[in-house]
């Protein structure tokens, strides 16, 4: 896939996240999705991609991410459905892993049905080498765009 595919990936991932959020551009979950975009680049390079995401997943929780993979995987969501405040700051790092790892089986890196099971796509792409440099282009959007609509958490 061309670079400028993983930047149209991201616009349309955070758009369908904006459009999720119940409170939109001043939800908390969307301040803790700005943090884990602003901190992800910088954690991947000093303790390597798959340990980065395996974080992520630590912090989410199983369940949480389970919750948040449901939501997400559906085009649109109901106002009653839609992500709303609780466990934002896991939240904001299941949305972060369901988005990463959902574009990396866009990029056929792993299988749709990994997205079910974190630790078999963690397992996966341990196998394939260096991931990072094929997803940066989709990270770096993706953490411009929530810079630009959500607030900072501090």
Request: proline letters at 3%.
């Amino acid at each position: 896939m061309e670079k400028n595919d993983n930047i149209l990936a991201a616009i349309k991932d955070f758009d369908h996240l904006l459009n999720s959020l119940k409170e939109r551009e001043n939800s908390k979950v969307g301040e803790s999705f700005r943090s884990r975009c602003r901190e992800f680049p910088s954690f991947m390079i000093d303790v390597g991609f798959i340990p980065a995401l395996s974080f992520c997943y630590a912090k989410a929780s199983k369940t949480t991410y389970d919750d948040i993979k449901e939501k997400l995987k559906k085009e649109k969501l109901e106002e009653k459905d839609k992500i709303d405040e609780n466990e934002y700051t896991e939240r904001g790092y299941a949305i972060y892993l369901y988005f990463i790892l959902k574009r990396l089986s866009e990029l056929n890196l792993i299988k749709k049905e990994d997205l079910e099971n974190p630790i078999e796509a963690l397992k996966k792409l341990r196998e394939k080498g260096a991931i990072s440099r094929l997803i940066y282009p989709y990270i770096l959007q993706l953490k411009r765009l929530s810079e630009a609509v959500f607030k900072s958490g501090r």
